[in-house]
């Protein structure tokens, strides 16, 4: 059905064939680059290593993710196991699969985190994060070898990128003042949801691939409202935070273990107890609440957080 596509059924097969022994496993692997897994994973970088760091990392995930979310709509292919019986299901996936969003992430987060430390067992060990979630997609039946490279492609550039220009952006940056850096901040936040919504809108009425099974519904703007929504409350907390200048990563274990669970336990009461409030579904006023909220996250995170640390006397 999709030649460009169906070259990679049998590397698909053959990494199932190799047994159910490794489902566990590839479940745990590719874990690692689901959104929750970020949700818990990210802030650590905020509130016990570095806030710069924390928020570099935000921001390129971010910004991968918004990118991804509207290449998706644009192209519209399916997943493997929707269409081949030949592929077991052992995960499930309900947007467009082209390209990888996993794989992508992936090398933008992790290849972010190793051009930071520098070292030669970080850079080995986060390449093989990379590639283990990669082939974890394809042997759980929901990407195409083509949609792995096509992630690897796109972030691949988007990482050059965000190393080549990230020193004359930040020295750029410094040079504002806090509402200018909010500006641009929100400047970009709706660069991302223009282009995602361009993608959404000018995709509307393209048929849905014929293999499409019925609970799925992958013609959506969630990916690209969340990315866009999330970076406004990261950018706006962060400059805050830099400006306030008095948040220190810096601290005993005791400080840094319960600055996490305090930490979760507000991210986690945004995270589902605004998603319990608010509106869901694919109408406008759904749309503006998504991003409120992952704003709110986004903000607690960077900014509210840190002071409630430093109210607690953990910072």
């Known amino acids: 059905m999709y030649p460009f596509l169906d070259w990679g059924i049998p590397i698909i097969v053959w990494l199932q064939n190799l047994g159910d022994w490794l489902t566990p496993?590839?479940?745990?692997?590719?874990?690692?680059?689901?959104?929750?897994?970020?949700?818990?994973?990210?802030?650590?970088f905020v509130w016990w290593v570095d806030v710069g760091l924390g928020l570099r990392i935000g921001i390129s995930l971010l910004l991968s993710a918004g990118i991804n979310g509207s290449v998706k709509l644009m192209f519209g292919l399916p997943r493997p196991y929707w269409c081949s019986p030949d592929v077991k299901i052992l995960s499930d996936g309900t947007t467009f699969g082209f390209p990888s969003g996993h794989s992508q992430n992936a090398l933008?987060?992790?290849?972010?985190?190793?051009?930071?430390?520098?070292?030669?067992?970080?850079?080995?060990?986060?390449?093989?994060?990379?590639?283990?979630i990669a082939v974890s997609r394809m042997?759980?039946?929901?990407?195409?070898?083509?949609?792995?490279?096509?992630?690897?492609?796109?972030g691949g550039i988007l990482l050059w990128a965000l190393v080549r220009f990230d020193e004359p952006v930040r020295n750029w940056l410094g040079r504002l003042s806090v509402g200018g850096q909010i500006s641009v901040v929100f400047a970009i936040s709706i660069a991302i949801l223009a282009i995602g919504?361009?993608?959404?809108?000018?995709?509307?009425?393209?048929?849905?691939?014929?293999?499409?099974?019925?609970?799925?519904?992958?013609?959506?703007?969630?990916?690209?409202?969340?990315?866009?929504?999330?970076?406004?409350?990261?950018?706006?907390?962060?400059?805050?935070?830099?400006?306030?200048?008095e948040f220190r990563t810096n601290v005993g274990w005791p400080k840094r273990i319960g600055r996490y669970i305090l930490g979760v336990i507000g991210l986690?009461?945004?995270?589902?107890?605004?998603?319990?409030?608010?509106?869901?579904?694919?109408?406008?006023?759904?749309?503006?609440?998504?991003?409120?909220?992952y704003a709110l996250m986004g903000f607690w995170v960077m900014y509210l957080a840190p002071r409630l640390f430093n109210f607690m006397r953990l910072a």
């Open 139 to 154: 042997y759980l039946g929901v990407h195409y070898p083509s949609d792995v490279l096509g992630g690897w492609l796109i």
């Open 197 to 245: 919504s361009i993608a959404f809108f000018a995709t509307l009425d393209r048929p849905l691939p014929l293999c499409t099974p019925a609970h799925a519904d992958p013609h959506t703007a969630d990916d690209f409202i969340t990315a866009a929504g999330t970076l406004l409350g990261m950018g706006i907390g962060g400059a805050l935070l830099l400006d306030w200048g």
């Open 268 to 293: 986690l009461a945004l995270y589902l107890g605004l998603s319990a409030i608010f509106p869901s579904g694919e109408t406008l006023i759904a749309a503006i609440f998504r991003y409120v909220r």
């Open 108 to 132: 933008v987060v992790w290849g972010r985190l190793a051009v930071w430390i520098r070292k030669g067992w970080a850079t080995i060990l986060l390449g093989l994060i990379i590639f283990f």
């Open 25 to 44: 496993f590839m479940e745990t692997i590719t874990f690692l680059g689901d959104e929750q897994f970020y949700l818990l994973i990210l802030p650590i």
